[in-house]
């Protein structure tokens, strides 16, 4: 019995996020975090949580052609740009287009580029049926500041939610339904639990996912 649903990957995307910002923290003996990877650090993180999916097919890269012809005057769609993950259910149909970005702080050109794509994963084909069951926009973000900032970088990481679930809306042209699934903004630690410092400043990191369904 498959295992594949709206929440099981969503589930996967954001324990992806948490299990990667905590790996490179031990990756580099907690001497750096999770926005000096490359952003495949990230993304691989996510793919090794999604294995988890009986019968589903996880493909990276996948070129946009591989599932839907081309769309009748829609922003994001080309035949050479490819969805950072793709989950297939067992019958190989498209179910979830995911989109990874590291160090998000603001919405970007790049950030809205992702929106047009995850909108066009869950807008109709030109037969009026669904291509995919979900698009996800996933990332992670960091704000450091004084030691004395602690309150004011967690409104800045809930703030910037606002921000991209807002620009999401208004990208999004179609009746989708806009989720969410936002980790609580986190203090980075040590192993014993104390604030991390880094030139006499703290961190505080965030992140989750944006999520868009037919």
């Not at 066009?120 to 990332?139: C, L, S, W």
């Not at 179609?174 to 880094?198: A, H, Q, V």
Request: aromatic share 8%.
């Amino acid at each position: 019995m498959t295992n594949i649903s709206n929440k099981s990957i969503v589930d996967c995307v954001t324990s992806g996020i948490t299990r990667a910002t905590d790996d490179h923290r031990k990756l580099t003996n907690g001497n750096s975090e999770m926005s000096w990877a490359p952003e495949y650090f990230l993304t691989v993180s996510i793919v090794n949580e999604l294995r988890k999916l009986n019968d589903a097919c996880i493909i990276l890269e996948e070129p946009m052609k591989e599932s839907r012809e081309q769309p009748k005057r829609m922003r994001g769609w080309s035949p050479r740009n490819r969805y950072d993950i793709v989950v297939r259910n067992s019958n190989l149909k498209p179910y979830a287009a995911i989109e990874v970005k590291n160090r998000v702080y603001k919405v970007s050109d790049r950030v809205i580029r992702d929106f047009e794509r995850i909108s066009t994963a869950v807008t109709p084909g030109n037969d009026g049926k669904k291509i995919f069951g979900m698009g996800i926009f996933a990332f992670y973000t960091i704000f450091n500041g004084q030691k004395n900032e602690l309150i004011k970088l967690k409104k800045k990481i809930s703030d910037l939610y606002s921000d991209l679930e807002k620009e999401l809306k208004n990208t999004h042209k179609g009746n989708g339904k806009l989720d969410k699934s936002l980790i609580e903004p986190i203090p980075y630690t040590d192993e014993d639990g104390k604030m991390t410092l880094w030139e006499k400043e703290i961190a505080v990191w965030g992140g989750g996912c944006l999520i868009l369904s037919p």
